[in-house]
């Protein structure tokens, strides 16, 4: 497929956790920086963390840190984010992409193909 496939998304208690699982499109390379975003309601698209080709070195948004954990399989090319300690604000339709050799090349990136997003909802 072209497309990013996210999946494991669901509905949580406050304080809960969920792991995220994504197949990257089928142009992605192995050694491609990968990562997560995420989109609220009437919010822009904001990154949620990316990790590098070799997952020596990750990169998390300061509202995640301490609670989210990405990781990658590369020979599958699948990335994966474990989401622990969950607040309702972390409510979000989840995306994953890829691209770039670099953490800040993968940042200042447009990609040009989105998968439709796994929905995170956290429960008050």
């Known amino acids: 497929q072209v497309q990013p496939v996210e999946s494991g998304g669901g509905l949580v208690q406050t304080g809960g956790s969920l792991r995220l699982s994504c197949t990257a499109g089928?142009?992605?390379?192995?050694?491609?920086?990968m990562g997560w975003f995420r989109q609220a309601p009437g919010k822009e698209r904001e990154v949620v963390a990316v990790i590098s080709s070799f997952g020596t070195a990750t990169h998390y948004a300061d509202s995640v840190k301490g609670r989210f954990t990405i990781s990658r399989d590369s020979a599958k090319k699948m990335v994966f984010l474990q989401m622990d300690s969950l607040k309702p604000e972390d409510t979000a339709v989840y995306y994953c992409?890829?691209?770039?050799?670099?953490?800040?090349?993968?940042?200042?990136?447009?990609?040009?193909?989105w998968g439709q997003g796994t929905q995170v909802t956290v429960s008050s």
């Open positions: 089928g142009r992605t390379l192995t050694t491609d920086v």
């Open positions: 992409n890829a691209g770039g050799l670099t953490i800040p090349a993968f940042l200042s990136s447009n990609f040009p193909s």
